[in-house]
C-alpha cells in the first residue's frame, strides 16, 4: 500500500508538470483572447496543484490564488467589455493591461511576488519565475499598446527591481528581482512587435533553470554564501551568475546586445536606452559584488554599501572596470 502511495504521487507530480508545460506552449499557437485566457486559468490550476505538493505553508498557496483570481478577474471583465461593445475603449484596455501587470509581477504590481518565494523551493520557484510569464509576455505581445505605457512598464520594472536588489541578501529574493528586471527587456523586445522577446525568454529560463537545479541538487539554501568552501563550485557559480547579469563574452550578454541593437534601429528614444544601459551597469555591479561575498566571504550586511570590511577604492575600480567591459563590448 505504501509503494502504491508513492508511485501515485509520483505520477500525481509528473502529470501536473506535463499538463502545465503543455498549456503554457500551446497557449502561445493561440490569437483568441478568451482561449488563451481558458489555457491559463488551466496552467494557473496545474501550478497551484504542483505548489500543494511542495510547500507546506497552506496560507501562501491560498494568497497566490488570490492574486491570480484577482487579475484573471480583471482580465476577462474588459475582455467581455469590449467585446460586448464591440469597441476598443481605453478603459477596458487598461484594465486588461492592469491585469498582465499584476500577473507579471510588473512595479508597483510587485510586492506579493518576493513574499511567496521566499516559501518555495526551488523546483517551483523555476516555473514560477519563468513557465508561469510566458502566457502573459504572449498577450501583450498581440495588443496594440501605446509606447508611453511600453516605457512607464519598462523603466518601473526596470529600476525598482534593481534597487530591491541592492538591498537584499537573500537569493530568493534576488531571483525574484531579477526576473521582474529581466521582464523590462522582454518588454522592450515585445513593443516592436519582435519575436526576439520569445528567444530572450528561452535564454533566460535555461540559466535559470541550471542555477535551480545545482541549488537544489547540493541542497543549498537562500543565504549560501557562507556555505560553499569548494573552490569549484565556487568557479561554477560564479560563472552562472556573471552570464546572469550579462557580461561579456557569456551567452545573455550577446541576446542584451541584440535587444539594444534592435532597440536603435527602430527607435529613436535614446534617453530610454541610456538608462537601461545604467540599470544593466548597476545590474553588473550588484552581481560582481555578490561574488566577493562567495569567492572571499565576507561577513557583510548589505551588498551595495560594504565599505566596512572591503578597501574603498578596490569597490570603485570594481565597478569601473564592470562599466568599462561592458560600454567596451557593445560599442565593438
Given at each position: 500500500?505504501?509503494?502504491?502511495?508513492?508511485?501515485?504521487?509520483?505520477?500525481?507530480?509528473?502529470?501536473?508538470?506535463?499538463?502545465?508545460?503543455?498549456?503554457?506552449?500551446?497557449?502561445?499557437?493561440?490569437?483568441?483572447?478568451?482561449?488563451?485566457?481558458?489555457?491559463?486559468?488551466?496552467?494557473?490550476?496545474?501550478?497551484?496543484?504542483?505548489?500543494?505538493?511542495?510547500?507546506?505553508?497552506?496560507?501562501?498557496?491560498?494568497?497566490?490564488?488570490?492574486?491570480?483570481?484577482?487579475?484573471?478577474?480583471?482580465?476577462?471583465?474588459?475582455?467581455?467589455?469590449?467585446?460586448?461593445f464591440f469597441l476598443q475603449f481605453n478603459y477596458s484596455?487598461?484594465?486588461?493591461?492592469?491585469?498582465?501587470?499584476?500577473?507579471?509581477?510588473?512595479?508597483?504590481?510587485?510586492?506579493?511576488?518576493?513574499?511567496?518565494?521566499?516559501?518555495?523551493?526551488?523546483?517551483?520557484?523555476?516555473?514560477?519565475?519563468?513557465?508561469?510569464?510566458?502566457?502573459?509576455?504572449?498577450?501583450?505581445?498581440?495588443?496594440?499598446?501605446?509606447?508611453?505605457?511600453?516605457?512607464?512598464?519598462?523603466?518601473?520594472?526596470?529600476?525598482?527591481?534593481?534597487?530591491?536588489?541592492?538591498?537584499?541578501?537573500?537569493?530568493?529574493?534576488?531571483?525574484?528581482?531579477?526576473?521582474?528586471?529581466?521582464?523590462?527587456?522582454?518588454?522592450?523586445?515585445?513593443?516592436?512587435?519582435?519575436?526576439?522577446?520569445?528567444?530572450?525568454?528561452?535564454?533566460?529560463?535555461?540559466?535559470?533553470?541550471?542555477?535551480?537545479?545545482?541549488?537544489?541538487?547540493?541542497?543549498?539554501?537562500?543565504?549560501?554564501?557562507?556555505?560553499?568552501?569548494?573552490?569549484?563550485?565556487?568557479?561554477?557559480?560564479?560563472?552562472?551568475?556573471?552570464n546572469m547579469a550579462s557580461l561579456p563574452p557569456l551567452?545573455?550578454?550577446?541576446?542584451?546586445?541584440?535587444?539594444?541593437?534592435?532597440?536603435?534601429?527602430?527607435?529613436?528614444?535614446?534617453?530610454?536606452?541610456?538608462?537601461?544601459?545604467?540599470?544593466?551597469?548597476?545590474?553588473?555591479?550588484?552581481?560582481?559584488?555578490?561574488?566577493?561575498?562567495?569567492?572571499?566571504?565576507?561577513?557583510?550586511?548589505?551588498?551595495?554599501?560594504?565599505?566596512?570590511?572591503?578597501?574603498?577604492?578596490?569597490?570603485?575600480?570594481?565597478?569601473?572596470?564592470?562599466?568599462?567591459?561592458?560600454?567596451?563590448?557593445?560599442?565593438?
Open positions: 500500500m505504501k509503494k502504491f502511495f508513492i508511485f501515485f504521487n509520483m505520477f500525481s507530480k509528473f502529470f501536473i508538470i506535463i499538463n502545465l508545460l503543455m498549456f503554457s506552449i500551446l497557449s502561445i499557437f493561440l490569437n483568441d483572447f478568451f482561449m488563451i485566457w481558458f489555457f491559463m486559468e488551466i496552467n494557473n490550476f496545474m501550478f497551484i496543484c504542483l505548489m500543494c505538493y511542495k510547500i507546506s505553508k497552506k496560507k501562501i498557496i491560498f494568497f497566490y490564488f488570490i492574486i491570480q483570481t484577482m487579475a484573471s478577474l480583471f482580465l476577462i471583465f474588459s475582455l467581455l467589455y469590449s467585446s460586448f484596455k487598461m484594465m486588461f493591461i492592469l491585469s498582465l501587470s499584476l500577473k507579471l509581477g510588473i512595479p508597483p504590481f510587485h510586492l506579493w511576488m518576493p513574499l511567496i518565494s521566499l516559501f518555495m523551493n526551488w523546483e517551483i520557484l523555476f516555473f514560477f519565475l519563468s513557465i508561469q510569464k510566458i502566457t502573459p509576455l504572449y498577450m501583450m505581445s498581440l495588443m496594440e499598446i501605446k509606447p508611453f505605457m511600453f516605457y512607464l512598464m519598462i523603466l518601473s520594472s526596470s529600476f525598482i527591481s534593481t534597487f530591491k536588489m541592492m538591498m537584499n541578501l537573500n537569493f530568493k529574493i534576488i531571483l525574484t528581482y531579477s526576473s521582474i528586471n529581466q521582464t523590462s527587456w522582454m518588454l522592450l523586445l515585445i513593443m516592436f512587435k519582435n519575436i526576439l522577446w520569445f528567444m530572450y525568454f528561452i535564454i533566460y529560463s535555461i540559466i535559470l533553470l541550471m542555477i535551480n537545479l545545482m541549488f537544489q541538487f547540493l541542497k543549498l539554501s537562500h543565504n549560501f554564501f557562507y556555505t560553499i568552501k569548494s573552490l569549484n563550485l565556487q568557479l561554477m557559480y560564479m560563472f552562472m551568475f556573471f551567452s545573455f550578454f550577446f541576446m542584451k546586445w541584440l535587444s539594444i541593437y534592435n532597440f536603435l534601429f527602430n527607435s529613436n528614444m535614446y534617453l530610454i536606452f541610456i538608462i537601461m544601459l545604467i540599470n544593466s551597469f548597476i545590474l553588473i555591479y550588484i552581481y560582481i559584488n555578490m561574488m566577493t561575498l562567495l569567492m572571499f566571504f565576507y561577513s557583510l550586511k548589505s551588498k551595495m554599501f560594504f565599505m566596512v570590511n572591503y578597501p574603498f577604492k578596490k569597490t570603485y575600480l570594481i565597478l569601473f572596470m564592470s562599466f568599462f567591459l561592458s560600454l567596451t563590448m557593445i560599442l565593438i
